[in-house]
């Protein structure tokens, strides 16, 4: 992050926290596959993903989640809650028909916006946490790392899977993973396309605890909001936004190559035909 962010960063908390320390503000859901409900007392907002039946990421999804973080940021809410509305997925990751014999068009504002969604919740300034009640590959495993708390329940899977789909994990990815891991262990998991289990993700700590329900798993993430009761809401933001400044600066500075990048590599005709039988072994599971 560069001085003029900073600054702007540094005016936009002074805005939220200066005047508004008593008053709690109710959030409103801006999306059709999204809802966000506030806790009035506690401020804290939860967002739900509720495109069934496994929240692929596609573009509207991604767009109605990035609206979300903006509007609760706005609304200053106490904290973000990253749930879904299913009991067994939390996210499939991206929707792999936005990649397949893509429209061009569509493809550049698919990724662009999932790069501006990654952008708004790794670095919000809101205490984040993902309240994991489902399996969670690639895609979902990157909104569950983005966030500083992870609570997941259990007989779940969780992981950065692409190399065993034949596809590269992108560097913001792979930082938002090594910001959560030890760097061994995620060079491991990466290269191997690891999925963990609930209870190995807590052993290396992709995940902080377990919780038996998804309520349990929603309080949880208070209590983990509650810890920061005493700390001053200016600082902590500003601490996380300039704790995680090295891989923000790095898309804001790397975005159009980055763009460039993935529409090469997924217009290669081996990375469609990979990216074909993948969805056929997927539908043929259901049939
Ligand atoms: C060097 C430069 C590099 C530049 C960048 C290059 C490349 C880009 C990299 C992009 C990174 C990619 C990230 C991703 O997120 S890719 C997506 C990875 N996701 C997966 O592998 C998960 C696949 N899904 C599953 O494993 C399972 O569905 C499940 C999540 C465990 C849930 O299982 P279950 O409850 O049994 O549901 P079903 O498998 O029956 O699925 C229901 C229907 O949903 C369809 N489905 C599932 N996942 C996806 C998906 N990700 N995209 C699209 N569609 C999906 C599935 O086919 C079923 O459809 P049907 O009802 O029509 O049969």
């Not at 509720?50 to 990421?57: A, D, E, K, T």
């Not at 504002?109 to 790069?115: D, G, K, R």
């Not at 992709?206 to 983990?224: P, R």
């Not at 995680?244 to 898309?251: F, H, I, V, W």
Request: with cysteine; charged share 25%; net charge positive.
């Amino acid at each position: 992050m560069n001085r003029a962010m900073m600054m702007s960063a540094a005016k936009n908390l002074l805005t939220r926290y200066g005047s508004t320390k008593n008053n709690i503000y109710r959030c409103m859901s801006t999306g059709k596959l999204t809802t966000v409900d506030v806790n009035e007392k506690s401020g804290v907002a939860v967002l739900t993903m509720n495109r069934l039946p496994v929240n692929g990421l596609n573009l509207e999804l991604l767009r109605d989640i990035r609206n979300d973080i903006d509007e609760i940021e706005g609304n200053k809410c106490r904290g973000l809650i990253l749930t879904s509305a299913s009991s067994s997925v939390f996210s499939a990751g991206l929707d792999i028909m936005e990649m397949y014999k893509p429209n061009q068009d569509r493809l550049k504002e698919f990724w662009t916006t999932l790069q501006d969604t990654w952008l708004a919740l790794y670095g919000s300034s809101v205490p984040t946490a993902a309240a994991i009640n489902g399996h969670s590959p690639a895609g979902g495993c990157l909104l569950a790392t983005s966030c500083e708390y992870r609570v997941m329940l259990p007989k779940f899977t969780i992981g950065l899977n692409e190399t065993k789909l034949g596809i590269v994990a992108p560097k913001w990815f792979m930082a938002t993973f090594c910001n959560v891991l030890p760097r061994r262990v995620a060079e491991m998991a990466l290269t191997q396309g690891k999925m963990f289990s609930s209870e190995e993700a807590l052993k290396v700590g992709l995940v902080d605890e377990l919780a038996q329900s998804k309520e349990e798993a929603i309080e949880k993430c208070q209590q983990f909001f509650a810890t920061f009761a005493k700390t001053n809401p200016f600082a902590r933001a500003m601490t996380k936004q300039q704790f995680r400044s090295k891989d923000l600066q790095q898309l804001e500075d790397e975005k159009a190559q980055d763009l460039e990048a993935f529409l090469f590599f997924v217009n290669q005709p081996s990375v469609q035909k990979g990216l074909g039988i993948y969805l056929d072994s997927l539908k043929a599971k259901t049939k």
